[in-house]
């Protein structure tokens, strides 16, 4: 047992960038990769996590002493940098268990499928790093590992029913038939949900007269990566009063930093493609002949310009809030394009520009302290599996953290905190208002499909 | 080399799923090009010098080059002809 034990370490002593490598290799022959190919991604992931660690690096010391400063200058501790959503998937690749996500992921879907409790084939199996991000996120706050599973298992189970819910909406949406979405970041439509109840006393809010292809056309060049990231540079740089020289310069890195992420993310799917592909292709011959929705990652909805208008118009008030929430520490810089409110604000409303924009500001003071509160958690998370290297005395978060309250209030609720507990039940019930309201929508859509039918 | 250009919200998942699909079904035709993920918020940067463009999303504009659907890639339904039409695009 001691052996067993100590080749453990051993394995986990090498670091992210060769253990999960090891665990890549494995998995592909066990799926049955030829050796060439098996070993050829796990070397890319590897070089994957390496690259991650060095944008990350680059980041924290181009952004960093700015920060220090702006604390000097202002009092306004904002200390926990924003590395988007890249780095975060690199530190749920890199913890140990990753990999069973997998098989509990197909699993419960299939089994779903055959019970008929679901419609809908999730094939996007990028998106598992999602549910392991949850588990790690609720070792985080608990340490209790099964419940993290369980905590993950469940949002397998809700990523499914919301697809299966929302699978008409989308296709109005996207004029894309026999497809959804089984993206989490659509758990924050059981919280809009109600807030777009409320909006309905504001007269006039359904005028659809804004042209967001019009609008997208003009604010557009905002949301590119390395704009948006001179951009965030030079106003981090204004508020350190920096002198005119650092200010460009701190410009010019952080849009280095925003388009270097993406970038070498992209060597995560390469490593990951040949796998992803082999499974899907299993689920759909296992399926074969039977009548379902295929659940995809996020992005066939990005035709819709009303996301990308919402993001732009979200980037100041984002920024200000930031300064002004009490008690919010975190620095909005490489997840300020807020895709995981933009994106369920697009479903919930059907796709109205102003209501989108109304609850995404309503619900930005959630993603900030959600953030502020898993900061330690995630640069704890970057020291333990020694992924990525996060300076001595500094933190690491992600502004736009995908479905913040489920992923708060079910960690708490493994800890056993009241607050948590009450939480996660009154997210359960608003769960059930969601699925309600929006198969009443199905029913109206329809009626109204009939109609258009006949007459 | 011809390239082909596949665009996603961020050019990192479903466009470089979908990259890496259309690259075997094109290594294993025996047909040389290049499939590269973008990001479509900057897809005006890469769209030009490209043989053909792969689209999760249903354009609304038109673009100078062939546009191909890439869901098909994903969900299996209809992926052989628009693989053709990209072999077609590169040819």
Redesign the interface.
């Known amino acids: 047992m001691g052996m067993i034990e100590n080749l453990f370490d051993f394995i986990l002593g090498m670091g992210a960038p060769v253990f999960v490598p090891l665990i890549m290799i494995l998995v592909g022959l066990l799926v049955r990769m030829k050796f060439k190919e098996a070993f050829s991604a796990g070397l890319t992931l590897g070089l994957a996590f390496v690259g991650m660690n060095m944008v990350v690096g680059f980041m924290m010391n181009a952004i960093s002493p700015a920060a220090q400063q702006f604390v000097t200058n202002t009092g306004i501790e904002l200390t926990a940098i924003d590395g988007g959503w890249?780095p975060m998937s690199t530190l749920a690749w890199a913890w140990p268990l990753a990999f069973f996500m997998f098989p509990i992921q197909i699993a419960i879907n299939l089994i779903m499928l055959a019970l008929k409790q679901t419609n809908t084939l999730n094939?996007d199996l990028?998106?598992v790093w999602g549910k392991i991000f949850t588990a790690v996120l609720v070792i985080g706050v608990s340490g209790n590992v099964p419940l993290a599973f369980i905590v993950a298992s469940l949002q397998v189970i809700i990523e499914l029913k919301l697809a299966d819910v929302n699978q008409r909406q989308i296709e109005r949406l996207?004029?894309?038939p026999?497809?959804t979405t089984t993206h989490a970041m659509t758990f924050i439509n059981v919280v809009l949900w109600p807030l777009n109840k409320l909006l309905d006393f504001i007269p006039g809010i359904n005028d659809k007269h804004i042209d967001a292809?019009w609008l997208k056309a003009r604010l557009?060049v905002f949301?590119?990566?390395?704009v948006m990231g001179f951009m965030i540079g030079i106003l981090i740089g204004i508020f350190a009063q920096y002198g005119f020289q650092d200010i460009l310069m701190l410009g010019v890195q952080s849009a280095a930093a925003l388009t270097l992420f993406?970038m070498v993310?992209?060597l995560?799917?390469?490593a990951l493609?040949?796998l992803?592909?082999a499974v899907s292709?299993y689920m759909?011959r296992r399926y074969a002949g039977r009548e379902f929705y295929?659940g995809?990652?996020?992005?066939?909805?990005?035709?819709r310009n009303e996301i990308?208008v919402t993001t732009i118009v979200l980037v100041p008030i984002i920024l200000g809030l930031a300064v002004i929430l009490p008690d919010n520490k975190i620095l909005p810089f490489a997840g300020i394009i807020n895709?995981s409110i933009a994106v369920p604000a697009l479903i919930v409303t059907g796709g109205n520009l102003v209501r989108m924009i109304l609850l995404s500001i309503m619900t930005t003071p959630i993603f900030l302290y959600v953030a502020t509160f898993f900061a330690p958690t995630i640069t704890n998370l970057a020291e333990d599996t020694g992924a990525l290297e996060v300076p001595a005395g500094q933190l690491m978060s992600w502004s736009s953290l995908e479905l913040p309250a489920y992923r708060y209030l079910f960690a708490h609720a493994t800890d056993f905190n009241m607050l948590g507990v009450i939480g996660s039940i009154i997210w359960i019930g608003l769960f059930f208002w969601y699925y309600k309201g929006m198969s009443a929508r199905n029913r109206r859509f329809e009626a109204e499909e009939k109609e258009e039918q006949t007459a | 080399m011809k390239r082909v250009i596949v665009a996603?919200?961020?050019?990192?998942?479903?466009?470089?799923?979908v990259a890496?699909?259309v690259q075997?079904l094109l290594n294993e035709k025996g047909v040389t090009a290049q499939v590269e993920?973008v990001?479509?918020?900057?897809l005006h940067q890469y769209i030009n010098g490209a043989s053909a463009y792969i689209a999760?999303?249903?354009?609304?504009e038109s673009y100078p080059v062939p546009v191909i659907d890439g869901?098909a890639f994903?969900?299996?339904?209809g992926m052989e002809e628009e693989l053709d039409k990209v072999i077609e695009a590169v040819k």
């Open positions: 890249t094939v990028w998106n996207t004029q894309i026999g497809v292809d557009g949301a590119e990566n390395h993406p993310a992209k995560f799917m390469q493609a040949p992803s592909d292709d759909k295929i995809l990652d996020w992005p066939f909805l990005a035709g990308w895709l | 996603c919200g961020s050019g990192v998942a479903t466009s470089q799923t890496s699909k075997k993920a990001d479509i918020k900057s999760i999303t249903k354009p609304k869901i994903l969900t299996g339904m």
